[in-house]
Every structure is written in C-alpha cells, then in structure tokens.
C-alpha cells in the first residue's frame, strides 16, 4: 500500500509517573511487556525481508528508526512532503511512529564494473551499465518488498529513488523524495560518510534503500558514530567530494557528471567503489 490511509494506532503507550510500590511493580512489567511487543514486531519484519531477500538471493539489512527523530533530521522541503503523505495520521506518527529502512547490498561483480578503464583511457561503457542495471533492479525489488511490507504490517511504502523524472537542477528532486540515507543513519545502518552516503559496516555504501512509515510499535535504532577517521578514498576518486566545501552545490555537479555519461541510468558509483575498494576498511566489507 502506498501514501494510503495506515492501519489503526496499537494503543501502546509508555508509564507514568511513579506514585506507589505496587504500581511501579504493575508499570515496571508493563514497560517490559512493552518492549517485549515491540521487539517482536521487528522481529517479524526482519524475518519476512529475510525471506524475501532469500528468495531473490540478495544480502541486505533492515532497521527502525524513530518517526520523530527521522522527521525532524529531514530538509524543511522534505518535512513537507512526509507530512503530506502520512495526511491526518500524521499528529499520531509524530507521537508513536517508526520508519522501517530497508537497504540491499549490490553484488560485489556491480561495484567492481563501476568506471572500469580500456587501453585507450576511455571508460568501458557496457561494464559500467552492469552497475546501471543493478540500480534498476535493485529499485525495483526495493519498491516491491516495501510495499508487500506495507501491506502486511500496516504502513506506508516510500519507494527506493524517483526515476524518469527530467529536472533542471538537483535541488527540484529534493521536494519529490524522502531521503532513506536520513532513515538508515537513525535506524543505525551505517554513519554518514565523507561520501554523503551510509556507510554500513558490512556492505560499505553498496547499499539501496526503501522505507515503509508505520504506527507498528517497534523498537529503534541508534546512530552509528562517523568512523571515516582518517580515509579519503572516496574523496581521492571524486572531484566534486574532494571540493565539496568550496563549490556551490558538488551535487549538481555530480548530478551533470552523471548526465554527459550517458549510461543505462542516471548513475556514477566511483564513490561507492572506492569505498568498497580502497577505504581504511576494505578488508572489512564482502559483497555476494
Ligand atoms: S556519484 Fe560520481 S560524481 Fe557523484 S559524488 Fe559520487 S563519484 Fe562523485
Ligand atoms: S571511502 Fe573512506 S572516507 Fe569515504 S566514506 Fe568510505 S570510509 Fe569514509
């Protein structure tokens, strides 16, 4: 179910002030049984993406991030657009919600395609675009599995990116999207690297993204501490990253990079693969 009406409120609601022994035994088992639920419900969703995941044979993570927080780390434009698509559930939301983050991992053969050099310097366009199918693919399951979640757990399904939209600057895909990299920062994916991207501990930024906003009660994640330390490996691969402070908006440089390339889809992932790569934690990370 997308941007549609969500299921009823679970009418959970965490304790009170204490005033006696006896009812802050009653609260304190309450609390607990609270928790409890709400470790179950992720519990569930986390094994039903697993499934799903299994079946297509793709690795991935999910997470829960607190709906508030989520909100509040969002542009003011962005704000907007979710509180328009939650519509009269949003002031319930903003009390109790949660964001579910799902993110699957590209295989490792994708990255390693990523702006592969031939003899005459020129780039392999075809073993780029094995990078750009995967962006579709991987799109598009996002947008399935997300919505088979937001119909069995009762949410709304923000899909993985807008495509085939034609912008004039990077700033007018601001209003159309809900950042998922905001979502799994919060639900603990991974920490915001020197690339802009989450970068999770297992899968480096190899990862895409989807979300699905529900009043399931659920417990939350916290955000990972920035580990980049001293690694530049992205910023080396990237002009743009390398200058980011000093140019006016490096994303629409990106964004016309990514144009004149002309691959399968509107792509680059230097920056992804050289953190997969060539970061302090190469070693670490193992993509399928
Ligand atoms: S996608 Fe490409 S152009 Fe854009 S920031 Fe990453 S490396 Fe730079
Ligand atoms: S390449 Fe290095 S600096 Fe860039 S995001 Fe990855 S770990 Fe951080």
Redesign the pocket.
């Known amino acids: 179910m997308r941007a549609t009406a969500l299921a009823p409120l679970f009418g959970v609601k965490y304790g009170r002030a204490f005033l006696s022994l006896g009812e802050r035994v009653i609260v304190s088992f309450s609390g607990k049984k609270v928790y409890m639920e709400r470790a179950q419900n992720f519990q569930r969703v986390k094994s039903f993406f697993g499934s799903e995941l299994a079946e297509i044979g793709y690795d991935g993570v999910v997470g829960t991030a607190e709906f508030k927080r989520v909100y509040h780390d969002l542009m003011p434009v962005q704000r907007s657009r979710v509180e328009n698509i939650c519509g009269d559930q949003f002031q319930n939301l903003i009390k109790n919600g949660s964001i579910i983050c799902m993110g699957i991992a590209y295989p490792g053969h994708a990255i390693e395609s990523i702006d592969v050099r031939l003899c005459d310097g020129t780039f392999n366009k075809d073993l780029w675009n094995v990078y750009a199918k995967e962006y579709h693919k991987l799109n598009r399951v996002l947008d399935m599995i997300s919505e088979k979640i937001a119909d069995q757990f009762g949410g709304i399904s923000i899909p993985a990116t807008v495509e085939g939209i034609v912008v004039k600057n990077v700033e007018e895909y601001y209003a159309m999207t809900v950042s998922h990299r905001v979502v799994a920062e919060n639900a603990g994916l991974g920490w915001r690297g020197k690339?802009e991207l989450v970068v999770n501990e297992k899968f480096s930024c190899a990862l895409r993204f989807a979300s699905v906003i529900t009043n399931l009660p659920m417990i939350h994640g916290k955000k990972v501490r920035v580990s980049c330390k001293k690694c530049k490996a992205c910023l080396e691969?990237?002009p743009?990253?390398k200058n980011k402070d000093k140019l006016e908006n490096y994303r629409e440089d990106?964004r016309r990079?990514?144009i004149q390339l002309h691959l399968d889809a509107e792509v680059?992932?230097?920056?992804i693969k050289a953190c997969y790569l060539n970061s302090i934690f190469s070693k670490r990370f193992k993509l399928r």
């Open positions: 690339n691969a990237c743009f990253l990106c990079y990514i680059c992932g230097k920056c």
